[in-house]
């Protein structure tokens, strides 16, 4: 089953077309323009009631204090610049209500806990519309608290920040884009990782901007093909780290543990690490790509404190078979680069690239489907140990955007892929399941970023895997 979600940010500014849609109770921005109404000195109600903006007591009598844009004695009239917020949701199968929290920066800071059920569509969309003071730099911030089978009541999704009170409610397995609940309390706080969608926008008098952010959600999908994977936009796929054959399940390799699949120059089996991406197409005309990084192998700077990174091995996981070959004590790596000079053989002994492609027969008449695999098994040594190995790889054509053959996902795409960040002697057989934020494999989301994710090689429906440029 396909289930992909899209989230489009629509910042029009100009005449909105859209009523005011300020949740009731919510806290709006800080005071910006104001206005005295009719009510004498002594008064301490403001006659008419502020609309749009807050009543404040004074000497000179009360006053309404407006909002930004909106002006008027009682802050009513409508504002010259709008900010039109729009969510949609495309193609979510199985999403009955959408939870969302918006922030917006606009010369004062205001927060709203929008449903779908309440002010969009019903099925994860949501339309909102805003004052904006014109020509000053705002910026959006948007959370998604929680996708739902059924409608969620405004009590039950709470104010801004708070936990939705899921009593009676099932939530869909849509994994997070913008925040990972660590404590599990239902809430953003301290030890939860925050990852916010923000826009940057800047209201111009007398013109519309238009900022288009789309959101593809990626759940966790059981097929024939794998035991479970990840949906990707109607792709299958699993991405694996395999430090050793964790039997025990201690979370550490033990010597009777090691994987050994590529020999040393004397002929021994030696001790190997492998990466693995694995994707499958569960739908006929469907033409996967996997995209992935060189392997980056930092022995200087294992705490990550280098950044960019400074590699003192860089591994190209292109090609076919094994890459290396021993003469002298020196091992020569077709696909190995050495930009630190620490010497191949001082941490690997050999490399091979193992890929290609598979037809899986479906029941329509016995069409068939692809599933590509990539694996890199590195031979390493017991220095490697101290080192980190750090890559990034993805799938793309699955349907909701074409395969990506120059490399770069599209800017403006909020999109899954995998991340290797791992201490080589710290980890054991790993995957994203029920990943924390320390762990060596995680999965993580291009935000609204331009230009888009670039990747360093890719493989197409041939299976075999090469560099997006010559080098």
Request: aromatic residues 6%.
């Amino acid at each position: 089953m396909r289930s992909h979600l899209y989230v489009t940010l629509i910042l029009s500014l100009g005449g909105g077309c859209l009523a005011d849609t300020t949740p009731e109770g919510t806290p709006d921005a800080a005071d910006t323009s104001s206005s005295t109404a009719d009510t004498g000195s002594s008064a301490t109600a403001c006659v008419p009631a502020c609309v749009h903006g807050t009543c404040t007591a004074g000497a000179a009598g009360a006053t309404c204090v407006c909002d930004p844009g909106w002006a008027g004695p009682a802050c009513a009239d409508s504002p010259s610049q709008t900010l039109s917020v729009e969510v949609r949701a495309l193609a979510a199968e199985g999403v009955g209500d959408a939870v969302w929290d918006l922030m917006v920066f606009n010369r004062s800071e205001r927060r709203w806990r929008l449903t779908s059920s309440a002010y969009g569509d019903g099925q994860g969309g949501v339309a909102y519309v805003v004052p904006c003071v014109p020509d000053e730099l705002g910026m959006v911030q948007l959370w998604l608290v929680g996708t739902f089978t059924s409608p969620v009541s405004v009590a039950a999704a709470g104010d801004f920040g708070e936990a939705v009170n899921a009593a009676g409610l099932t939530s869909t397995e849509h994994l997070n884009p913008t925040w990972t609940d660590g404590d599990g309390d239902g809430r953003r706080g301290a030890s939860d990782r925050l990852w916010p969608l923000e826009v940057a926008f800047t209201c111009e008098a007398g013109s519309d901007t238009l900022v288009d952010v789309d959101v593809l959600l990626t759940e966790p999908a059981s097929h024939g093909f794998f035991d479970i994977a990840l949906d990707i936009d109607g792709l299958l796929c699993v991405a694996k780290l395999d430090c050793c054959q964790d039997v025990d399940g201690d979370g550490a390799c033990s010597n009777g543990e090691l994987i050994r699949v590529l020999d040393r120059p004397d002929g021994s089996a030696g001790r190997s690490i492998i990466l693995a991406l694995v994707c499958a197409a569960p739908e006929v005309g469907t033409n996967p790509v996997l995209l992935f990084d060189d392997v980056l192998i930092d022995c200087t700077h294992p705490d990550g404190s280098s950044y960019p990174p400074h590699p003192d091995l860089v591994v190209h996981p292109v090609g076919a078979g094994e890459q290396c070959e021993t003469s002298d004590g020196v091992t020569r790596c077709a696909n190995v680069e050495d930009p630190g000079g620490v010497g191949i053989q001082s941490y690997l002994f050999q490399t091979g690239v193992f890929a290609g492609v598979e037809h899986l027969t479906t029941n329509m008449a016995g069409a068939s489907v692809p599933k590509l695999y990539w694996n890199l098994a590195l031979g390493v040594t017991d220095a490697i140990d101290g080192c980190r190995l750090t890559a990034r790889a993805t799938a793309t054509g699955g349907g909701s955007i074409p395969p990506t053959v120059d490399g770069v996902l599209p800017a403006g795409l909020v999109y899954p892929y995998f991340e290797w960040n791992a201490v080589v002697g710290a980890c054991a057989s790993e995957t994203i399941w029920d990943s924390r934020p320390q762990d060596p494999m995680q999965l993580r989301f291009q935000h609204p970023v331009s230009p888009g994710l670039s990747f360093s090689n890719m493989m197409l429906g041939d299976g075999v895997p090469i560099p997006v440029a010559p080098r």
